[in-house]
């Protein structure tokens, strides 16, 4: 069973910064690429940044030059850093499997999420 615990989540003020872990396990994270989604009140949840078994990484337009994802993979764990954080960056964030975004609904087995909010 696939299991997620994303942490470091909190209240900040804007243009602070955080840092998100998000633990995974094995069978998961092992060989699959990772992404970093959110999901704001009354939104769809969205890709943030994905980063593959070998280090390749991807970024929203949104985020671009501002938050930076890596993984550590001896120790199954997925880091976010966002820097410059604003408003619209406030959302509670998860980490997953990297999928196309048409299918991010698909997917079923979600952690409990790290709630972010930035205030103004």
């Known amino acids: 069973q696939v299991q997620l615990v994303e942490s470091g989540g909190g209240l900040v003020q804007a243009g602070g910064s955080l840092r998100l872990s998000c633990a995974a396990s094995?069978?998961?994270?092992?060989?699959?690429?990772m992404a970093w989604y959110r999901q704001a009140p009354g939104n769809q949840r969205e890709l943030v940044a994905g980063i593959t078994s070998g280090g390749n990484t991807n970024y929203a337009d949104a985020v671009k030059g501002r938050f930076t994802i890596s993984r550590d993979n001896a120790k199954n764990t997925l880091y976010l850093q966002m820097n410059n954080l604003k408003p619209e960056d406030t959302a509670v964030y998860y980490c997953n499997a990297h999928v196309p975004r048409q299918f991010i609904t698909a997917i079923t087995s979600w952690g409990q999420g790290t709630q972010v909010t930035v205030s103004s």
């Open positions: 094995g069978s998961i994270f092992s060989t699959n690429a």
